[in-house]
C-alpha cells in the first residue's frame, strides 16, 4: 500500500501523520520506501493469483477449530490483518494497514507478532525505536505547562530524558508493556540485557513526569497523559487515573532482576 502524489510520484506522509511522530533532529533517519514498479496488463492475472496465494498462506498460518464458525474465520482474518501493518520495506509497524499507514510507537500491533510466529519482526520494532529515546541529561525540574495550548500540554516535559516516541503523546507505555510481553515470551535475556537501559530510563520519565501521590497514605496513581488513541476526547486535569496507572503497576510489578 503506496500514496502517490496527483503525478503518480510516491508522496510523504499526511500533515496530521507528520505532527504524531516528528523525529528528533538527531533520531535515526528513517527507511526510504522504494515506489513499486508499474505492472502492465499482461501482468495482472499472475500478480492476483501470487496475491490470493499469499492471502490462503497468511489465513492458514494460526487456525483454530471450534464449534464456532464465525470465531474460526475470524482468526484467520487476524492474521491476515497482522502482517498487513507490518511494512516491509521500512521493517516497521503500521499504525493502521490503510488509513494512518505510518510507523507510531505506542499502538497494538506488536502484541500480534509473538503470539502469529513472528517473533524476528518483533525484535526489528522493539530494537528499532529503542534506538530512538531521548537520551539527553534529565532536567533540574519539570518546565510550566504549555500557555499556547492552554495549558492542555506540557511537551517541554514530555520531550526529555526516556521519551522515545517525541510526539505530543505518552507512547512509552504501550510499547514498554509489549517489550516486557515479547522478553516474557521469546525469553531472550540477550535483547533483554541490550534494552534494559531504555527500560529503566523509560520508568524514571514516567515517575518524574506522571506520578500521583493521593490521601494521607500518600498512594500512587499515574496521570493519564494522551496514553491512549481514545485520549483525544478526554480530559483528566491533571489527575491519575486507572488504565495509565496499571500499564505502570504492570511494568514494576512483573520486571525481573537487572539482567546486568
Not at 499472475?46 to 487456525?63: G, K, T
Not at 511537551?155 to 510526539?167: T, Y
Request: contains cysteine; glycine residues 6%; charged residues 25%.
Amino acid at each position: 500500500m503506496q500514496r502517490l502524489d496527483d503525478g503518480g510520484e510516491l508522496a510523504g506522509d499526511l500533515a496530521v501523520y507528520r505532527e504524531v511522530k516528528a523525529d528528533r533532529p538527531e533520531a535515526p533517519p528513517a527507511r526510504v520506501r522504494p515506489l513499486a514498479p508499474r505492472y502492465s496488463a499482461g501482468e495482472i492475472p499472475a500478480i492476483f493469483q501470487a496475491a490470493e496465494d499469499c492471502f490462503a498462506r497468511l489465513r492458514a498460518r494460526v487456525s483454530v477449530e471450534t464449534p464456532d464458525p464465525w470465531l474460526d474465520a475470524a482468526v484467520g482474518a487476524l492474521d491476515v490483518a497482522a502482517d498487513a501493518v507490518w511494512d516491509d520495506p521500512q521493517q516497521a509497524l503500521m499504525h493502521g494497514a490503510v488509513a494512518w499507514r505510518t510507523p507510531l510507537l505506542g499502538w497494538r500491533g506488536p502484541y500480534l507478532l509473538d503470539a502469529l510466529g513472528w517473533p524476528d519482526r518483533a525484535r526489528i520494532h522493539f530494537f528499532s525505536w529503542a534506538a530512538r529515546q531521548n537520551t539527553s541529561p534529565v532536567p533540574p525540574r519539570i518546565p510550566p505547562a504549555a500557555a499556547d495550548a492552554n495549558l492542555a500540554r506540557n511537551e517541554a516535559a514530555l520531550h526529555s530524558n526516556g521519551d522515545i516516541s517525541n510526539s505530543h503523546y505518552d507512547m512509552n507505555l504501550v510499547y514498554i508493556d509489549a517489550l516486557f510481553r515479547h522478553l516474557r515470551w521469546s525469553g531472550d535475556l540477550a535483547f533483554a540485557r541490550e534494552v534494559w537501559p531504555v527500560i529503566v530510563r523509560h520508568l524514571a520519565w514516567e515517575r518524574r513526569l506522571f506520578r500521583r501521590e493521593f490521601g494521607p497514605e500518600k498512594l500512587p496513581l499515574y496521570e493519564a497523559y494522551a496514553v491512549i488513541w481514545a485520549s483525544d476526547d478526554l480530559q483528566y486535569n491533571g489527575g491519575g487515573a486507572a488504565h495509565a496507572s496499571a500499564y505502570n503497576y504492570s511494568t514494576t510489578r512483573w520486571p525481573p532482576a537487572s539482567p546486568g
